[in-house]
């Protein structure tokens, strides 16, 4: 049972200033008459429930000074950069890598109804001393013709530029070589094209030495007849009678039969 300090204690907790009981109180102090007529007058009828202990009232937040309130944080949306679309490229071709010149020099010359087209090792033109020029007056004597040719032109010189971005390379001098000799057959019948030297095979008829001592075929030129260069038959001399043994069988190319 509560005793008047203690309830009033209890009160002032709760923050109620004017209270009245339902029921005589012990130990309680005296109710004052004008508080009780105002009750009576306008107070409903109140029920006779038990009345129960009031809640104690939520704490109050402590305010806090104005320089240590937090600051409100704003949340912005994150920027979503573009991506940049994917543009197709167009593709490139390749850039046309040029092939290395060859090097080389070729003498042609016109014998009778056939075209000899030699190679020049030092690449100079024939002189009439010569060892080499000697020895081809010989072999072309030897098939019947007359053994003074007739230079036909300059010796073509490949490559023909020192410098430029002219393409110059293998293919290049193919169609230069077969060009000029095509020129000398359209000018003046030919029955035989001799190819003497490695180079006179490689670029008037696309041929290696596999095809030494053979008739071959040129397509849009003549018939051709390959033979190693003057300078090798000079250094090998046991070649010499495979041309000759060539050379009989070829002769009917150009030599009448009697």
Same mark, same amino acid.
């Given at each position: ?103 080389? *020099?070729?003498?042609? #010359?016109?014998? =009778?109804?056939? $075209?000899?087209?030699? /190679?020049?090792?030092?690449? +100079? !033109? ?90 071959? *075929?040129?397509?849009? #030129?003549?018939? =051709?007849?390959? $033979?190693?260069?003057? /300078?090798?038959?000079?250094? +090998? !001399? ?21």
């Amino acid at each position: 049972m509560l005793t008047e300090p203690r309830r009033r204690a209890y009160l002032d907790a709760m923050q109620v200033v004017q209270w009245l009981p339902r029921a005589e109180l012990p130990f309680a102090a005296a109710s004052r008459p004008e508080l009780l007529a105002w009750v009576e007058a306008s107070a409903p009828a109140v029920d006779a429930a038990p009345m129960q202990a009031p809640s104690a009232p939520a704490p109050q937040p402590i305010a806090r000074p104005a320089q240590e309130r937090p600051k409100p944080q704003i949340t912005r949306p994150l920027a979503v950069k573009p991506q940049p679309q994917a543009v197709e490229e167009p593709v490139s071709q390749p850039a046309k890598v040029l092939a290395p010149a060859p090097r080389f *020099a070729l003498q042609l #010359l016109r014998a =009778g109804a056939c $075209l000899v087209l030699a /190679e020049l090792p030092t690449g +100079e !033109p024939f002189q009439s001393r010569d060892p080499g020029y000697l020895l081809l007056k010989d072999m072309l004597r030897a098939a019947g013709l007359p053994d003074s040719p007739q230079l036909i032109g300059e010796p073509v010189r490949w490559p023909l530029l020192a410098k430029g971005s002219l393409d110059q390379g293998p293919e290049a001098a193919t169609d230069f070589v077969q060009g000029f000799v095509a020129a000398q057959i359209e000018a003046a019948p030919c029955v035989c094209l001799w190819l003497v030297g490695l180079p006179a095979l490689r670029f008037a008829a696309s041929v290696d030495e596999s095809a030494f001592y053979r008739e071959i *075929a040129i397509e849009g #030129l003549c018939n =051709g007849w390959a $033979l190693p260069g003057l /300078e090798t038959l000079m250094d +090998e !001399p046991m070649r010499k009678a495979d041309v000759w043994s060539a050379m009989r069988q070829m002769m009917t190319r150009w030599k009448p039969v009697e």
